[in-house]
């Protein structure tokens, strides 16, 4: 029974005496353990990267996704424990899907996201289940209007909105950054692409694994679809902010 | 209900199709694949809608044209469109193409069918996907499925498929197959109630897929023959015909 929780962490039915559910607040911590993952509204879109660290030098590069299609306008990013996030993902889909064949419209992604965020809430009332241990970045692009959304849904089942966030590791440090970034609102995906790879070169600890750049958006470039960004886009993008943060370097 | 029994008001399924669409040509031609459709849905012998598109495009390279009852036309193009989603969340760059969606329509007619609960139409699927063959095929309410190198549905398989036998060529140009689909659907609209003299025509050549603007075609009512009023005494006598 040792432990912080004291007996109190066992199960997401108990509070704690001074009114906190433990086991809801190690699911977050989970997700804090995982590489950074950040989405950002731009003024044409919304763009997704993950920080993906490779276990193995024998990892195939571009496998185990952590940004997910969930229906053509949009598309998810994920923190926490991947095989979680597919039951969120899948939901999300599933969601997606039902709501198109009953009103020939696609889902609002306010409507998707409150729906995900009661589905991720489920699993913090029982003391059957067990929280999700990641949150998830779910951004969509309304496919008439052309404005872009983003929401984050935490292990608790809230659901914040944003106009850029980051979770996991790096998640200070890449807020701070994306602020800056967003301080000039009319940015584009394609513009803030090459700014994104630098902060998650910047955000990066030396002491972790190397890590993979995964990224997509939803936006002009991609005619408003859900996409991989180009692995030549990406990887201009990529050297570009290196040598932007060498510059930088040489500076101090 | 216990085995052995039986309702006295038995479950019915549909008997006969509500708002049907009538024919639908379809052919290869030099390159790729043409349907086209007139754009009425009929009320049984009213003329109910008549700006209906009866061709739909399914993912990128295939399309899909249809006779028979439009509502379920409209859940056969629902479905598909769902695979096609399907394809897009799996984000591994395959996608399905006329063969695969033939083949598919074919085992849910087949299988409605086995229901004894159709789907009532008679559909043509066609496309060609990047640098493929081209894929014309017919399927129909009990799963009868094969392909061809021109098709025709409902009125129009015995009102254009002479046409068609005497007049399609292999490797024809898409302008003629054009006018060969036209010539089609205008005997279809002079002879047949339930045709109407607005078209759409669709093509695929495996890099793009369209659906044209509603086309006008040419009608001419004003034959002297056909203007004689038989029942007045006119000239035209029992057994005399134009």
Known sequence: MAGTGAGYDLSVNTFSPD?????????QKAVENSGTSLAICCKDGVLFAVEKFMLSKMLVPGTIKRIFPIHRHAGMSIAGFLADSRQIVSRAREEANQYKSVYTDEIPPEVLAERLGNFTHLFTLYW??????????????DPETKVPSLFQIDPAGLVYKFKGTAIGKGKQAAKTEIEKLMANPDI????????VAKIMHKVHDEKDKDFELEAS???????YQFAAVPNDLLKTAEDKAKEMIEAEENED | ???????????????????????VVGMKYAGGVLLAADTMA???????????CRLKKVGNYTLLGA?????????????????????????????MGPQEYASYIGRVMYNRRSKMN??????????????????????????????????????????????LRNEWKPDISLEDAKKLAIKCLQVCFYRDCNAYFKIHVATCDGETQEISEPIAMDHYWGHSAWLKKSLEGGTLGVNESW
């Open chain 1, 188 to 195: 584009t995906c394609e513009e803030a692409l090459v700014h």
């Open chain 2, 118 to 163: 159709p789907l009532y139409n008679q559909l043509i699927v066609a496309g060609k996907k990047e640098s493929g063959e081209s894929h014309l095929a017919f399927i129909d309410h009990q799963g009868t499925a094969f392909q061809e190198e021109f098709i025709a549905t409902g009125f129009g398989a015995y009102l254009a498929m002479p046409i």
């Open chain 2, 67 to 95: 006779s028979g009852e439009i509502s379920d036309f409209q859940y056969i193009g629902d479905l598909l469109d769902e695979l096609d989603m399907t394809d897009f969340l799996q984000e591994d760059g395959c996608h």
């Open chain 1, 217 to 223: 958006w939803i936006c002009p470039k991609s005619n």
């Open chain 1, 19 to 27: 009114g906190r559910v433990y086991q809801v607040e190690y699911a």
């Open chain 2, 42 to 52: 009929s009320y049984g012998s009213q003329a109910r809608y008549k700006d209906v």
């Open chain 2, 1 to 23: 209900m216990a085995p052995g029994q039986y309702s006295a008001d038995p479950k019915r399924h549909t008997l006969q199709p509500i708002v049907t669409g009538a024919t």
């Open chain 1, 128 to 141: 059957s289940a067990r929280p999700f241990g990641c949150t998830v970045l779910f951004g969509a692009v």
